[in-house]
């Protein structure tokens, strides 16, 4: 079913319209200030990324670039963006431990505690 967008004349606001058999549509029209002087516009369109695609991603070094390995609350905030990235919900019990401090955080020697 297609969608189409049109640009109001009057208003300058977006209407976006189903139509679902083009042949008996009704005329353009806009939906917030019902004036009949329209434009149909180019629709923005998402294109989906492989797997692959969003794993390179997450890799670049830019992406990197605040992230401390040694602070707990900078490794959750990555493994979210990880894990909405990949489509996966850690949970929030999972972010909360990761984000605490006694869960995950370095000891003064540089060991975990466990």
């Known amino acids: 079913m297609p969608l189409y967008e049109y640009r ?7 209407n976006t319209i189903l139509v679902l058999m083009p042949a008996n549509q009704a005329p353009a ?5 019902k004036s009949a002087r329209v ?3 180019l629709s923005r ?3 989906p990324k492989s797997e692959e695609a969003r794993l390179e991603d997450l890799a670049n070094p830019s992406n ?3 992230l401390d390995e040694n ?7 990555f493994m979210k963006t990880m894990g909405e990235e990949m489509g996966e919900d850690l949970g929030d019990d999972v972010l909360e431990a990761m984000e605490s401090d006694e869960t995950g955080s370095m ?3 540089g060991t975990d505690r466990l």
Not at 29 to 33: D, W
Not at 71 to 77: E, G, H, I, Y
Request: net charge neutral.
């Open 8 to 14: 109001c004349l009057d208003c300058n606001k977006r």
């Open 107 to 109: 000891e003064s020697d």
């Open 71 to 77: 602070d707990p609350k900078s490794m959750a905030r």
């Open 39 to 41: 434009e149909r516009i």
């Open 45 to 47: 369109f998402a294109t």
């Open 64 to 66: 990197l670039a605040g």
């Open 29 to 33: 029209g806009c939906s917030h200030c």
